[in-house]
Every structure is written in structure tokens, then in C-alpha cells.
């Protein structure tokens, strides 16, 4: 049972910036596509960004050129560097796992973390 861990989220300003980590805690992590995504207060779950076991990378329209995804296999942990926040935002951040890139729905899940933005 992989485990997926958020940290990173807070406060901050419109217009400023965070840095969002997922660790993990099996080395098989290295051949998993992860993705992150958020959800806020009465929304549906949205897809954010998704990277491949190779380094592709896929964003939404609503966060590309803002936000960057990135991976590092030897930490066994994936970030989301965030910029030019805006407070439609806010959300709680989940970082997801699944095992192959060809299912649709992630096997793993972390607890979330928060982000607020502050206008």
C-alpha cells in the first residue's frame, strides 16, 4: 500500500506563490504516473496536472503557464510549483498515484493539504 503525503500549503497572497510537495513512501513510486488535483468548497474534484513515470506532463487549461509539475524519482516525491496565485485557488490539494498510465482512476490518494489565496 503506497502512501502519499501533501505538505506545502498555507496562506498567501493573490499574485504570490507556493510550492506543493507529495512524498511517497515505496520506491515503486518511480514507475507511477502522478497527478495532482483540488477541490474546494461546494466544487467538484478538478485535474490539475498529471506527470508520467518518464517526466511528460499534462496541465489544466485553467492552471497552464501558472503552475509546473515536477518529480524527483531518488526522493521519491513530486511537487507543484505555483504561481501567480489567484483566490479562485483556494482549494485543498491532493496528490494522486495510479500504477499505469492507461486507467483512468488513481489507486492512491494523499489526505490533502490547504491552500489559501488571499485576495
Known amino acids: 500500500q503506497v502512501q502519499l503525503v501533501e505538505s506545502g500549503g498555507g496562506l498567501v497572497q493573490a499574485g504570490g506563490s507556493l510550492r506543493l510537495s507529495c512524498a511517497a513512501s515505496?520506491?515503486?513510486?518511480?514507475?507511477?504516473?502522478m497527478a495532482w488535483f483540488r477541490q474546494a468548497p461546494g466544487k467538484e474534484r478538478e485535474f490539475l496536472a498529471l506527470i508520467y513515470s518518464n517526466g511528460a506532463t499534462n496541465y489544466a487549461n485553467s492552471v497552464k503557464g501558472r503552475f509546473t509539475v515536477s518529480r524527483d524519482n531518488a526522493k521519491n516525491a513530486m511537487s507543484l510549483q505555483m504561481n501567480s496565485l489567484k483566490p479562485e485557488d483556494t482549494a485543498v490539494y491532493y496528490c494522486a498515484a495510479k500504477t499505469t498510465p492507461y486507467k483512468s482512476g488513481y489507486d492512491y490518494w494523499g489526505q490533502g493539504t490547504q491552500v489559501a489565496v488571499s485576495s
Open positions: 515505496e520506491r515503486r513510486f518511480l514507475t507511477y504516473t
